[in-house]
Structure formats: structure tokens, C-alpha cells
């Protein structure tokens, strides 16, 4: 079991930047795989970005692509989301989870069931 937290959300304007934080309870073993997904109001969640904890592989949907930036910092435990160049759309409540297994090749999981462990989520909100 993991406990996750998220932090930095708030509200920008377009074109602006925010850095997501997610600490975890414990240190995340080797080779899992850590996510942020988001939701927008009256619409499914959805997949953003995943890491590879100890390989550092990542994937990002084709929406945030080139705006935003999935990193981890494996001492303290942490994942970051750093998004830039914020749009209106991107608005959302960002969640990140953890799988509970190992993923040793260079595909990672985009479907929510990969990911039992979940925070409880972070408000952002970009205005036009």
C-alpha cells in the first residue's frame, strides 16, 4: 500500500505555468510505473503522462505533448508535473497513481486499471 499526495495546483492564465508535486508514502519500488491522468468537469479521466521509476522511460498524451514534463525524484520519494504553456482545455483535476506491477520493457501502461494507487487529486484551472 502507498499513500499519495498532490500539491501545486491553483489557477493561471493561459500561456502560464504550474508545477505539480505528488509525494508518496514510501519509497516506489523498481520499474513501476507512476502516472498523472486528469479530469475535466463532465468528461472521463483521462491519461496525461507515466514514468518508469527506476528507467526514466516516458510517455505523454499526444494533448500535452511538448508542454509538459513528467520527472521524479527518487530520494525524496516525489513526481513531479511541470506543465507549461497552459491552455483553457487543460483544466482539470490532476491525479497521479502508482502501479502495483513491474514494468521492465519500455511500454507504459495509459489505462487507469494498470493503477491501483491513487492520490487524491489537485485542482487546476487556467482562464482564457
Known amino acids: 500500500q502507498v499513500q499519495l499526495v498532490e500539491s501545486g495546483g491553483g489557477l493561471v492564465q493561459s500561456g502560464g505555468s504550474l508545477r505539480l508535486s505528488c509525494a508518496a508514502s514510501?519509497?516506489?519500488?523498481?520499474?513501476?510505473?507512476v502516472a498523472w491522468f486528469r479530469q475535466a468537469p463532465g468528461k472521463e479521466r483521462e491519461f496525461v503522462t507515466a514514468?518508469?521509476?527506476?528507467?526514466?522511460?516516458?510517455d505523454y498524451a499526444s494533448s500535452v505533448k511538448g508542454r509538459f514534463t513528467i520527472s521524479r525524484d527518487n530520494a525524496k520519494n516525489t513526481i513531479y508535473l511541470q506543465m507549461n504553456s497552459l491552455k483553457p482545455e487543460d483544466t482539470a483535476v490532476y491525479y497521479c497513481?502508482?502501479?502495483?506491477?513491474?514494468?521492465?520493457?519500455?511500454?507504459?501502461?495509459?489505462?487507469?486499471?494498470?493503477?491501483?494507487?491513487w492520490g487524491q487529486g489537485t485542482q487546476v484551472t487556467v482562464s482564457s
Open positions: 514510501r519509497p516506489i519500488f523498481n520499474y513501476i510505473a
Open positions: 514514468i518508469n521509476w527506476s528507467r526514466g522511460n516516458t
Open positions: 497513481a502508482v502501479s502495483r506491477t513491474t514494468w521492465m520493457g519500455y511500454s507504459l501502461p495509459r489505462v487507469e486499471q494498470e493503477y491501483p494507487y
